[in-house]
C-alpha cells in the first residue's frame, strides 16, 4: 500500500523559514508528477509549487521567489523550502503524487495527511 507522510510544518514567525518533506513509501515503482498544495480555513485547495519527473517546475505566483520545490528520487521523497514567510502562507499543507505501484500499470493520484503550517508573531 502506498502512501505519503508529510513532516516540518509548525509555527514560525512573518520573515522566517521552514522546509517541508513529503515521503511516499509502499510498493513504489515510480514517481511522475509531486506537488505541494495548501488550504487555509475558509478557502479552497491551491497548487503551491510541483515538479515533474525531470525536475521540471512550476510555482503559484504567490510563492514565487520565496518558496523552492525538490526532490531526491533515490528516497521517494520531496521537499518544499519556504522563506520570508508571511501570515498569509499560514494553511495546511498537503502533498500530492502520481505514483505507479509495482501492483498496477497505472499511475495513481495520492494525497498525504497533511501538515500545519502557522505564521505569525
Known amino acids: 500500500q502506498v502512501q505519503l507522510v508529510e513532516s516540518g510544518g509548525g509555527l514560525v514567525q512573518p520573515g522566517g523559514s521552514l522546509r517541508l518533506s513529503c515521503a511516499a513509501s509502499?510498493?513504489?515503482?515510480?514517481?511522475?508528477?509531486m506537488g505541494w498544495y495548501r488550504q487555509a480555513p475558509g478557502k479552497q485547495r491551491e497548487l503551491v509549487a510541483g515538479i515533474t519527473s525531470a525536475d521540471s517546475t512550476n510555482y503559484a505566483d504567490t510563492v514565487k521567489g520565496r518558496f523552492t520545490i525538490s526532490r531526491d528520487n533515490a528516497k521517494n521523497t520531496v521537499y518544499l523550502q519556504m522563506n520570508s514567510l508571511k501570515p498569509e502562507d499560514t494553511a495546511v499543507y498537503y502533498c500530492n503524487a502520481d505514483i505507479r505501484s509495482h501492483r498496477s500499470r497505472d499511475y495513481i493520484n495520492y494525497w498525504g495527511q497533511g501538515t500545519q503550517v502557522t505564521v505569525s508573531s
Open positions: 509502499g510498493s513504489i515503482f515510480s514517481i511522475n508528477y
